[in-house]
Protein backbone atom coordinates (compact mmCIF):
# COMPACT_ATOMS: atom_id res chain seq x y z
CA UNK A 1 0.00 0.00 0.00
CA UNK A 2 1.50 3.65 -0.97
CA UNK A 3 2.26 5.87 1.96
CA UNK A 4 0.73 9.55 2.00
CA UNK A 5 2.71 11.65 -0.58
CA UNK A 6 3.29 15.50 -0.82
CA UNK A 7 4.41 17.54 -3.96
CA UNK A 8 6.58 19.13 -3.97
CA UNK A 9 9.19 18.62 -1.75
CA UNK A 10 11.36 21.52 -1.85
CA UNK A 11 10.04 25.17 -2.67
CA UNK A 12 11.52 28.42 -2.32
CA UNK A 13 9.22 31.72 -2.64
CA UNK A 14 10.21 35.34 -1.58
CA UNK A 15 7.76 37.39 0.42
CA UNK A 16 4.67 38.64 -0.36
CA UNK A 17 4.24 35.42 -2.78
CA UNK A 18 1.58 32.51 -2.56
CA UNK A 19 1.68 28.85 -2.17
CA UNK A 20 -0.15 25.83 -2.56
CA UNK A 21 0.88 22.59 -1.63
CA UNK A 22 -0.68 19.03 -2.20
CA UNK A 23 -1.03 15.89 -0.22
CA UNK A 24 -2.60 12.66 -1.11
CA UNK A 25 -3.28 10.56 1.61
CA UNK A 26 -3.15 6.86 1.57
CA UNK A 27 -5.45 4.79 -0.54
CA UNK A 28 -9.22 4.37 1.41
CA UNK A 29 -8.02 7.06 4.00
CA UNK A 30 -10.29 9.66 4.20
CA UNK A 31 -9.00 12.25 7.19
CA UNK A 32 -5.95 14.18 6.21
CA UNK A 33 -4.73 16.79 8.57
CA UNK A 34 -1.27 19.11 7.88
CA UNK A 35 1.26 20.23 10.72
CA UNK A 36 3.88 23.37 10.25
CA UNK A 37 7.01 21.98 11.64
CA UNK A 38 9.46 24.83 12.48
CA UNK A 39 12.86 24.59 14.73
CA UNK A 40 11.09 27.35 17.76
CA UNK A 41 7.59 26.11 17.76
CA UNK A 42 8.11 22.37 16.67
CA UNK A 43 5.14 20.21 14.96
CA UNK A 44 2.00 22.71 14.63
CA UNK A 45 -1.64 21.76 14.04
CA UNK A 46 -2.64 23.61 11.14
CA UNK A 47 -6.05 22.03 10.01
CA UNK A 48 -7.98 19.07 9.60
CA UNK A 49 -10.33 17.90 6.50
CA UNK A 50 -12.65 15.19 6.41
CA UNK A 51 -15.01 14.17 3.79
CA UNK A 52 -14.29 17.63 2.20
CA UNK A 53 -15.24 19.15 5.30
CA UNK A 54 -12.86 21.14 7.89
CA UNK A 55 -12.93 19.36 11.13
CA UNK A 56 -10.36 21.15 13.58
CA UNK A 57 -8.61 24.28 13.23
CA UNK A 58 -5.25 24.99 14.89
CA UNK A 59 -4.14 28.39 15.81
CA UNK A 60 -3.04 30.14 12.34
CA UNK A 61 -3.48 33.12 10.31
CA UNK A 62 -6.12 33.31 8.16
CA UNK A 63 -3.30 33.52 5.43
CA UNK A 64 -3.11 29.71 5.80
CA UNK A 65 -6.18 27.78 4.35
CA UNK A 66 -7.06 24.25 2.64
CA UNK A 67 -8.97 22.13 1.13
CA UNK A 68 -9.78 18.26 0.14
CA UNK A 69 -11.50 17.21 -3.02
CA UNK A 70 -13.60 14.09 -3.22
CA UNK A 71 -10.75 11.75 -3.92
CA UNK A 72 -9.64 12.87 -0.31
CA UNK A 73 -6.44 14.59 -1.80
CA UNK A 74 -5.95 17.70 0.01
CA UNK A 75 -4.16 21.22 -0.79
CA UNK A 76 -3.12 23.64 1.45
CA UNK A 77 -2.35 27.27 0.61
CA UNK A 78 -0.49 30.02 2.60
CA UNK A 79 -1.03 33.97 1.14
CA UNK A 80 1.63 36.53 1.42
CA UNK A 81 4.02 34.59 2.25
CA UNK A 82 6.18 35.64 5.29
CA UNK A 83 9.98 34.92 6.40
CA UNK A 84 8.11 33.15 9.19
CA UNK A 85 6.42 30.49 7.01
CA UNK A 86 9.57 28.72 6.61
CA UNK A 87 9.18 25.73 7.87
CA UNK A 88 8.82 22.15 6.93
CA UNK A 89 5.03 21.44 6.04
CA UNK A 90 3.54 17.80 7.15
CA UNK A 91 0.32 16.01 5.82
CA UNK A 92 -1.13 13.45 7.50
CA UNK A 93 -3.44 10.68 6.74
CA UNK A 94 -5.66 8.42 8.76
CA UNK A 95 -8.64 6.05 8.03
CA UNK A 96 -11.56 7.94 10.39
CA UNK A 97 -11.29 11.16 12.28
CA UNK A 98 -10.92 10.84 15.85
CA UNK A 99 -11.50 7.88 18.11
CA UNK A 100 -9.23 5.35 19.74
CA UNK A 101 -6.65 3.49 17.55
CA UNK A 102 -6.75 5.65 15.18
CA UNK A 103 -3.06 6.39 14.32
CA UNK A 104 -2.25 9.25 11.73
CA UNK A 105 0.29 8.71 8.96
CA UNK A 106 3.12 11.01 7.76
CA UNK A 107 4.02 11.83 4.30
CA UNK A 108 7.48 12.97 4.25
CA UNK A 109 6.94 16.76 3.86
CA UNK A 110 6.98 19.89 1.88
CA UNK A 111 10.13 22.24 2.62
CA UNK A 112 9.02 25.86 2.17
CA UNK A 113 11.84 28.76 2.18
CA UNK A 114 10.90 32.02 2.06
CA UNK A 115 13.54 34.46 1.05
CA UNK B 1 0.70 26.90 27.36
CA UNK B 2 2.61 23.88 26.57
CA UNK B 3 0.11 21.13 27.04
CA UNK B 4 2.44 18.16 26.05
CA UNK B 5 6.21 18.59 27.31
CA UNK B 6 8.88 16.59 26.64
CA UNK B 7 11.53 17.54 29.53
CA UNK B 8 15.04 16.01 28.40
CA UNK B 9 15.90 17.06 24.38
CA UNK B 10 18.37 14.83 24.42
CA UNK B 11 19.38 10.70 25.85
CA UNK B 12 22.60 8.58 25.22
CA UNK B 13 22.08 5.46 25.55
CA UNK B 14 24.22 2.27 25.06
CA UNK B 15 23.73 -0.13 22.32
CA UNK B 16 21.32 -3.48 23.88
CA UNK B 17 20.44 -1.33 26.97
CA UNK B 18 17.28 -0.02 27.29
CA UNK B 19 16.12 3.75 26.42
CA UNK B 20 13.35 4.74 28.71
CA UNK B 21 11.68 8.83 27.21
CA UNK B 22 9.43 10.68 29.08
CA UNK B 23 6.22 12.89 28.24
CA UNK B 24 3.83 14.77 30.09
CA UNK B 25 0.80 16.50 29.96
CA UNK B 26 -1.79 18.55 31.63
CA UNK B 27 -4.73 18.93 29.31
CA UNK B 28 -7.00 15.90 30.89
CA UNK B 29 -9.22 16.27 28.19
CA UNK B 30 -6.78 14.05 25.87
CA UNK B 31 -7.27 10.19 26.11
CA UNK B 32 -5.41 9.27 23.08
CA UNK B 33 -1.61 8.92 22.72
CA UNK B 34 1.12 8.26 20.27
CA UNK B 35 4.96 8.27 19.98
CA UNK B 36 6.17 8.69 16.62
CA UNK B 37 9.86 8.72 15.71
CA UNK B 38 11.76 11.13 13.46
CA UNK B 39 14.46 11.46 10.80
CA UNK B 40 15.87 14.89 9.34
CA UNK B 41 13.93 15.78 6.46
CA UNK B 42 11.51 13.44 6.83
CA UNK B 43 7.94 12.90 8.04
CA UNK B 44 7.05 11.20 11.70
CA UNK B 45 6.83 7.46 11.81
CA UNK B 46 4.08 6.12 13.75
CA UNK B 47 5.28 3.64 16.41
CA UNK B 48 3.15 2.92 18.84
CA UNK B 49 0.27 4.14 20.63
CA UNK B 50 -2.03 3.84 23.75
CA UNK B 51 -5.54 4.76 24.65
CA UNK B 52 -6.65 6.31 27.94
CA UNK B 53 -8.27 3.10 28.96
CA UNK B 54 -4.82 1.25 29.31
CA UNK B 55 -2.05 1.38 31.40
CA UNK B 56 0.59 -0.09 29.21
CA UNK B 57 0.84 -1.39 25.26
CA UNK B 58 3.93 -3.30 24.17
CA UNK B 59 5.07 -3.89 20.50
CA UNK B 60 8.30 -5.92 20.16
CA UNK B 61 10.74 -3.92 21.63
CA UNK B 62 8.43 -1.00 22.57
CA UNK B 63 6.50 -0.43 25.46
CA UNK B 64 4.47 2.65 26.15
CA UNK B 65 2.95 2.86 29.98
CA UNK B 66 0.59 5.90 31.04
CA UNK B 67 -0.26 7.18 34.69
CA UNK B 68 -3.70 8.99 34.14
CA UNK B 69 -3.12 9.96 37.67
CA UNK B 70 0.35 11.72 36.90
CA UNK B 71 -0.59 12.82 33.78
CA UNK B 72 2.41 11.21 32.32
CA UNK B 73 3.82 8.66 29.61
CA UNK B 74 6.32 6.79 28.77
CA UNK B 75 8.11 4.81 25.79
CA UNK B 76 10.83 1.84 26.84
CA UNK B 77 12.72 0.77 23.77
CA UNK B 78 14.35 -2.77 24.58
CA UNK B 79 16.54 -3.53 23.42
CA UNK B 80 18.28 -0.43 22.15
CA UNK B 81 19.81 -0.02 18.31
CA UNK B 82 22.08 2.08 16.75
CA UNK B 83 19.14 2.45 14.52
CA UNK B 84 16.59 4.10 16.66
CA UNK B 85 18.77 6.90 17.16
CA UNK B 86 16.47 9.92 15.93
CA UNK B 87 14.09 12.16 17.23
CA UNK B 88 11.15 11.22 19.43
CA UNK B 89 8.05 12.78 19.49
CA UNK B 90 5.16 11.87 21.76
CA UNK B 91 1.32 13.44 20.83
CA UNK B 92 -2.06 13.28 22.71
CA UNK B 93 -5.39 13.65 21.47
CA UNK B 94 -8.75 14.49 22.05
CA UNK B 95 -11.72 12.07 21.02
CA UNK B 96 -13.35 14.75 18.92
CA UNK B 97 -11.08 15.11 16.39
CA UNK B 98 -7.37 14.23 14.94
CA UNK B 99 -6.12 17.15 16.24
CA UNK B 100 -2.34 15.77 17.12
CA UNK B 101 -0.53 18.22 20.43
CA UNK B 102 3.27 17.65 20.00
CA UNK B 103 5.68 17.43 22.57
CA UNK B 104 8.82 19.21 21.61
CA UNK B 105 10.81 15.90 21.00
CA UNK B 106 13.93 14.37 22.36
CA UNK B 107 16.91 13.28 20.26
CA UNK B 108 17.91 9.75 21.40
CA UNK B 109 21.43 8.11 20.44
CA UNK B 110 22.15 4.84 20.58
CA UNK B 111 26.42 4.36 21.18
CA UNK B 112 27.52 0.96 19.23
Known amino acids: KAGVTQTPRYLIKTRGQQVTLSCSPI?????VSWYQQTPGQGLQFLFEYFSETQRNKGNFPGRFSGRQFSNSRSEMNVSTLELGDSALYLC??????????????FGPGTRLTVL | DQQVKQNSPSLSVQEGRISILNCDYT??????FLWYKKYPAEGPTFLIS?????DKNEDGRFTVFLNKSAKHLSLHIVPSQPGDSAVYFCAASARAGNMLTFGGGTRLMVKP
Open chain 2, 27 to 32: NSMFDY
Open chain 1, 92 to 105: ASSLLTGGLRNEQF
Open chain 1, 27 to 31: SGHRS
Open chain 2, 50 to 54: ISSIK
